[in-house]
């Protein structure tokens, strides 16, 4: 739950995980137009970028986590509140208390100070290597439709 929140559904689909620039999950996908070619020098620039977002979003749930103990919540805990306050049907095991209610509420304000600070890092990292948002987000769609692709990325990030 704890990425979920702080990642916002960013999650990359190459089968390592990790959180991209917000950017990326707004671009539209491209259905019929066929994958851009990506040079060898712009997938090693994505997958470098790609690399530090996975250590920022690593960081960042770490940080997570240090806010809702910061807070006295568990984890459990405040996944419970989490889902009591965002789907109705979900009932928390034990009445949620006011001193809960507001510990809860400091460490979302948390949460979303990191989840910003997480996005302006992810996007400070793809400017670092040399490529804007949309040029990130070009290679993201050929990567995320061509395995070939995303075994190389893969392969990239690894051999780093």
């Known amino acids: 739950m704890l990425k979920h929140i702080l990642i916002g559904g960013c999650v990359i689909a190459l089968g390592f995980g990790g ?6 999950q707004t671009a539209p996908t491209p259905q019929a137009a066929p ?11 994505f997958a470098s970028a790609v690399k530090q977002i996975l250590s920022i979003s690593r960081a960042s749930e770490m940080a997570a986590g240090q806010a809702i103990q910061g807070e006295g919540l568990s984890a459990q805990r405040f996944d419970e509140i989490y889902k009591s306050q965002n789907e109705p049907k979900q009932k ?7 001193k809960e209610r507001q510990s809860y509420d400091r460490a979302i304000a948390k949460l979303v100070q990191i989840q910003q600070d997480n996005e302006t890092k992810a996007a400070k990292a793809v400017q670092e290597q040399g490529l804007n948002p949309q040029q990130f987000n070009q290679i993201f769609q050929a990567v995320r439709s061509n395995p070939q692709l995303r ?6 990030i690894r051999a780093k």
């Open 35 to 45: 994958a851009p070619s990506v040079s060898a020098a712009d997938m090693q620039k």
């Open 151 to 156: 075994q190389q990325v893969q392969d990239m």
């Open 92 to 98: 928390p095991k034990t009445e949620i208390q006011p």
């Open 19 to 24: 959180a991209l620039p917000t950017q990326a």
